[in-house]
Antibody, heavy 121, light 110 residues
Framework: QVQLVESGGGVVQPGGSLRLSCAAS????????MHWVRQAPGKGLEWVAF????????YYTDSVKGRFTISRDNSKNTLSLHMNSLRPEDTAVYFC??????????????WGQGTPVTVSS | QTVVTQEPSFSVSPGGTVTLTCVLN?????????PSWYQQTPGQPPRTLIY???TRCSGVPARFSGSILGDKAALTITGAQADDESDYYCVLYLGNGISVFGGGTKLAVL
């Protein structure tokens, strides 16, 4: 069955960096677009970033542009999110989610359990 | 800035019908936004209910249906059950790789 397992979350100081990973299994990873979605404590869901199946196109919500980088390694079935210049408002649970298609977002059909990130001094 | 608005909260009686909506501040919601709907209970990842405006995901009960109502996307629950008490989120695709979540609706069944 499809599994998405996030890792890499933790506590980091403002201005610091963190790298999240999402290990995919139970399906052929390379044809699917992938997303990161986050949820701040007690708040709603927020779309963060999308990467096309081949990794050639990447899209971000405005608040993370220039600070976060989404990437993927299709040989290792892994999605990553490199987060730099972290701010307290980046504190959230970060979910990876598979898109049902490969080239442009359509909908999220599978979700991981999430990994928590806390940005605090 | 594009904002997608949902009712912050709603209540429905067991067995009743409720329609949650998803409004785009920049104009009408259409099928080209590929509206999708997600259900989330505390501490859990979201569960995908509806995609492509009105297609139910496998395993989703038939009491959940999606549609376009006027200029909004809508999720209707017909015959609400106690375990439908959850947060519900819509997502719209804005083009150029950008998706946006609505603020979510907390649904009470009482």
């Amino acid at each position: 069955q499809v599994q998405l397992v996030e890792s890499g979350g933790g506590v980091v100081q403002p201005g610091g960096s963190l790298r999240l990973s999402c290990a995919a299994s139970g399906f052929t990873f390379s044809p699917y677009g992938m997303h990161w979605v986050r949820q701040a404590p007690g708040k709603g869901l927020e779309w963060v970033a999308f990467i096309r199946y081949d990794g050639l196109y990447k899209y971000y919500t405005d608040s993370v542009k220039g600070r976060f980088t989404i990437s993927r390694d299709n040989s290792k079935n892994t999605l990553s999110l490199h987060m730099n210049s972290l701010r307290p408002e980046d504190t959230a649970v970060y979910f990876c989610a598979r898109d049902n298609t490969g080239e442009q977002p359509y909908y999220f059909d599978y979700w991981g359990q999430g990994t928590p990130v806390t940005v605090s001094s | 800035q594009t904002v997608v608005t949902q009712e912050p909260s709603f209540s429905v009686s067991p067995g009743g019908t409720v329609t949650l909506t998803c409004v785009l501040n920049s104009g009408s919601v259409s099928t080209s936004h590929y509206p999708s709907w997600y259900q989330q209970t505390p501490g859990q990842p979201p569960r995908t209910l509806i995609y492509g405006t009105d297609t139910r995901c496998s395993g989703v009960p038939a009491r959940f249906s999606g549609s376009i109502l006027g200029d909004k996307a809508a999720l209707t629950i017909t015959g609400a059950q106690a375990d439908d008490e959850s947060d519900y989120y819509c997502v719209l695709y804005l083009g150029n790789g950008i998706s946006v979540f609505g603020g979510g609706t907390k649904l009470a069944v009482l």
